[in-house]
């Protein structure tokens, strides 16, 4: 199995910025697909952005159109890491937030086997 542990939520302003991490363990993490899903109180998790595992041809990056332009997503493969940059926040982006991991390759829920505990990211306005 893979553990996977958040850090770096917190309060922010709205138009400031906040950098989420997400250290994993138990596995080869070069292996896994990683990905960023978040929950707002009263509705859906939903899809925030996805990495594709490291291969001889790279990596590729996906965001929601939420949020695109705004967050970035990138991995450290070294450090079993991966990292979600929130800049240009809005009130609209507080939510718990989940980091993943799987062994597919899409942002559909079932694609990925392991999920963080969660995180509280909150904007205020």
């Known amino acids: 199995q893979v553990q996977l542990v958040e850090s770096g939520a917190g309060l922010v302003q709205a138009g400031g910025s906040l950098r989420l991490s997400c250290a994993a363990s138990g596995r080869t993490f070069s292996n896994y697909a990683m990905g960023w899903f978040r929950q707002a109180p009263g509705k859906e998790r939903e899809f925030v952005a996805r990495?594709?595992?490291?291969?001889?041809?790279?990596?590729?990056?996906y965001y929601a159109d939420s949020v695109k332009g705004r967050f970035t997503i990138s991995r450290d493969n070294a450090k079993n890491t991966v990292y979600l940059q929130m800049n240009s926040l809005k009130p609209e982006d507080t939510a718990v937030y989940y980091c993943a991991a799987g062994s597919g390759d899409s942002a559909e829920f079932a694609s990925y086997d392991y999920w963080g505990q969660g995180t509280q990211v909150t904007v205020s306005s």
């Open positions: 990495i594709t595992r490291i291969t001889w041809k790279g990596s590729k990056v």
